[in-house]
């Protein structure tokens, strides 16, 4: 009974690829925007307290 295999059993196969270099290109990017964007609030806020001065 070794040799027999079912059909569904040969077409239920998956194969997963995974990119690595883009999962880190991306998380790379989100995190430059993140600081950037607090950076860059912080910057705007002490520029509007001293133009109102």
């Known amino acids: 009974m070794r040799g027999c295999k079912n059909h569904m059993e040969e ?6 690829s995974v990119d690595v270099t883009k999962i880190v290109k991306y998380c790379c990017v ?6 950037g964007t607090i950076f860059g609030s912080s ?11």
């Open 11 to 16: 077409e239920s196969k998956v194969f997963v």
């Open 30 to 35: 989100a995190s430059v925007l993140i600081v």
């Open 43 to 53: 910057v705007l806020k002490k520029y509007v307290e001293k133009k109102d001065c």
